[in-house]
T-cell receptor, first 117, second 113 residues
């Protein structure tokens, strides 16, 4: 069974600085997808970024980028120029691509990010 | 996400009562997932449907939980009878047929007293 581990329960960053959230996963599959979701106090789950395992190029969405290391099974999220609105819980998630798409997500326990003004 | 709505947003009920939660995906999103979020267990899958047929409900306590999708724009999750340990946030998520990404509804916060 696949597992996702987020080893940092809480992180803190100064506004305008850069922070990296860690995520590792365990799988025997070669084809899968990885995601980062953000959950602010409103508890809405918001997709931040996605990565296909077959792509070597790291995904980027504006101030958010990932460092995907497939061999190491590592998928970290970098937030540049941190803003107060980035304060939230961040969840790393894995989805198998075996048998086509539409499989369920497996989540890590989350990292609570605080942004200091 | 505007692709899916959930009702009610909050529900407080007493132990033993029936609870029904609704998820309304926009047409074209043919896979619907139910997740539960608790402090102890985090986010975990309860069940999911594709083209209205249940594909996996192994995460659901069968004796009290039931999930259905009566039509393409409505999915329901029922708990009968409810127990205090069912208190959690229940999310519905949808996945467009052509994409691999899941989009979440706003969630239903359930409190069972």
């Amino acid at each position: 069974a696949q597992t996702v581990t987020q080893s940092q329960p809480e992180m803190s960053v100064q506004e305008a600085e850069t922070v990296t959230l860690s995520c590792t996963y365990d799988t025997s599959e070669s084809d899968y997808y990885l995601f980062w979701y953000k959950q602010p106090p409103s508890r809405q789950m918001i997709l931040v970024i996605r990565q296909e395992a077959y792509k070597q190029q790291n995904a980027t969405e504006n101030r958010f980028s990932v460092n995907f290391q497939k061999a190491a099974k590592s998928f970290s999220l970098k937030i540049s120029d941190s803003q107060l609105g980035d304060a939230a819980m961040y969840f790393c998630a894995y989805r198998s691509a075996v048998g086509g798409s539409q499989g369920n997500l497996i989540f890590g326990k989350g990292t609570k990010l605080s942004v200091k003004p | 996400d505007a692709r899916v709505t959930q009702t009610p947003r909050h529900k407080v009920t007493e132990m033993g009562q029936e609870v029904t939660m609704r998820c309304q995906p926009i047409l074209g999103h043919n896979t619907v997932f139910w997740y539960r979020q608790t402090m102890m267990q985090g986010l975990e899958l309860l069940a999911y449907f594709r083209n209205r047929a249940p594909l996996d409900d192994s995460g659901m306590p069968k004796d009290r939980f039931s999930a259905e999708m009566p039509d393409a724009t409505l999915a329901t999750l029922k708990i009968q009878p409810s127990e205090p340990r069912d208190s959690a946030v229940y999310f519905c998520a949808i996945s467009p047929e052509s994409l691999d990404t899941q989009y979440f509804g706003p969630g239903t916060r359930l409190t069972v007293l």
